[in-house]
C-alpha cells in the first residue's frame, strides 16, 4: 500500500519537521517571551501549534486521497459504495491519529530541547528508530528470539516430518485398503473398518494441521506485536486489517473455510443418505450414492468482508494509537507547563 509507506514514512517526518522548532525557534527568537507577555494561557498556546500542524497535515493528506480517488473512479469502472466509503473515512481518520502522535512527539522534542539545532537532531533520530528501523527489524528480532527459544527441530518441522513419514491411522488404513478387493467393497461389513479408518486418518491429520498452521500464527502474531512497540507498526496493521488484508484477513478466512468445509461435507452426507441403494459409509467412494449431484444442491463459499468485520480486526490497533495520541499530547503538555520561556 503505497498510502502507508506515504503517510507513515513521510507525513510522519513532515510533522516532526513542523514542529521541531515550534516552541525552542521561538525561544532562539525572543517571539516566545513577547507572546507569552500578552497573558496568553500556556495550554492555549500549545494546542493551537499542535491543531495548526495537523491542519495543515490533513489537508494535505486529503487533497492527496482525493486527487487519487478522481483518477481511480475515472480511469476504472470502479464504484465507490457506502461499504467503501466508511473503510476509505476509517482509513483517513487512522492516518489523523497516527500523525497527531508525530506532531506531540515533536512539540515534547521542543520543549525539552536547548536549541533548534538539537531539536532537529532529536527528531530524526526519532523518526529513523520508530519510523524506519523497529518496524523492518522487529520481525528477524522475534524470529531470532523464536529460534533460540527452541531446541534442535522446530515444533512446525518436526509436525510436517511426522505427516510425512505416516502416522498409526494412516498406516492402518493403507493396510485395510490392500486386503479388500472389488467383492469385499461390496460388503458394509468389509468395508465399515475402512470407512472408520480412513476417518479416523483424517482427523488426525487434520489435527496435525491445525497445530502446525496454529504455530505459525502464533509465530507471525508473535512478529506483530513486538512491531506494534512503533506507532507506524500500529499504523501498518490496522490500514491492513481496514483494508481486508493482511493477517486478521488470512486467520478469518481460514476459519471461514474450516466452516464451509464442515457444511459441504454435511451436504455430501446428507445427499448420499437420501439414496436408498447407498451404503452411506463415508468417505469410501465405492459405498457411497453413485447419483449425481446438482451444483445448486452444494452450499456456496461467500466470504464475510463485512464493514464491522474489518473495523473489529482494527480495533487492538485503533486503541493503540489512541492511547499513544493522547499520552504523547500529557507528555508534551506536561513538560510546557514546567518550562521556562526564557
Known amino acids: ?3 502507508v509507506f506515504i503517510i507513515g514514512i513521510v507525513l510522519s517526518l513532515v510533522a516532526l519537521l513542523f514542529t521541531f522548532e515550534a516552541i525552542v525557534g521561538e525561544k532562539e527568537r525572543g517571539t516566545l517571551k513577547l507572546v507569552m507577555a500578552q497573558s496568553l494561557p500556556r495550554h492555549t498556546l500549545l494546542l493551537g501549534k499542535f491543531l495548526g500542524a495537523m491542519l495543515v497535515l490533513s489537508l494535505v493528506m486529503i487533497l492527496g486521497v482525493v486527487v487519487n480517488l478522481l483518477l481511480v473512479l475515472s480511469l476504472s469502472e470502479a464504484h465507490l459504495g457506502a461499504g467503501e466509503t466508511v473503510k476509505l473515512v476509517g482509513m483517513v481518520g487512522l492516518a489523523v491519529l497516527y500523525l497527531s502522535i508525530f506532531v506531540s512527539l515533536g512539540l515534547w522534542i521542543s520543549v525539552r530541547s536547548s536549541s533548534a539545532r538539537a531539536s532537529l537532531v532529536s527528531v530524526l533520530l526519532l523518526w529513523t528508530c520508530t519510523s524506519l528501523i523497529w518496524p523492518q527489524t522487529g520481525g528477524v528480532l522475534a524470529a531470532r528470539l523464536l529460534q533460540n527459544k527452541g531446541q534442535g527441530e522446530t515444533p512446525i518441522t518436526y509436525k510436517k516430518d511426522k505427516m510425512v513419514m505416516g502416522s498409526p491411522t494412516s498406516i492402518k488404513m493403507h493396510q485395510l485398503a490392500g486386503t479388500l478387493n472389488r467383492r469385499n467393497l461390496k460388503n458394509p461389513t468389509k468395508v465399515q473398518p475402512l470407512a472408520e479408518a480412513i476417518r479416523a486418518d483424517r482427523r488426525a491429520v487434520q489435527q496435525i494441521e ?41 486467520k478469518s478466512f481460514i476459519e471461514q473455510v474450516r466452516t464451509y468445509a464442515q457444511s459441504y461435507e454435511q451436504t455430501i452426507i446428507a445427499l448420499d443418505r437420501a439414496d436408498p441403494e447407498s451404503m452411506h459409509l463415508f468417505p469410501v467412494p465405492q459405498a457411497m450414492s453413485k447419483r449425481e449431484i446438482s451444483v445448486e444442491s452444494l452450499p456456496v463459499f461467500r466470504e464475510d468482508l463485512s464493514v464491522a468485520t474489518l473495523i473489529s480486526q482494527a480495533r487492538v490497533d485503533v486503541i493503540i494509537l489512541c492511547f ?10 506536561r513538560a510546557w507547563l514546567r518550562s521556562s520561556v526564557l
Not at 498452521?213 to 496493521?237: K, T
Not at 499513544?324 to 503538555?333: D, G, K, N, Q
Open 1 to 3: 500500500m503505497y498510502w
Open 324 to 333: 499513544l495520541a493522547v499520552i504523547t499530547y500529557l507528555i508534551a503538555y
Open 210 to 250: 491445525d497445530e502446525i498452521l496454529a504455530d505459525q500464527l502464533n509465530q507471525a502474531e508473535f512478529a506483530r506485536n513486538l512491531v506494534r512497540l512503533s506507532p507506524m507498526g500500529c499504523f501498518q496493521y490496522g490500514m491492513e486489517a481496514l483494508a481486508g488484508t493482511g493477517l486478521a484477513r488470512h
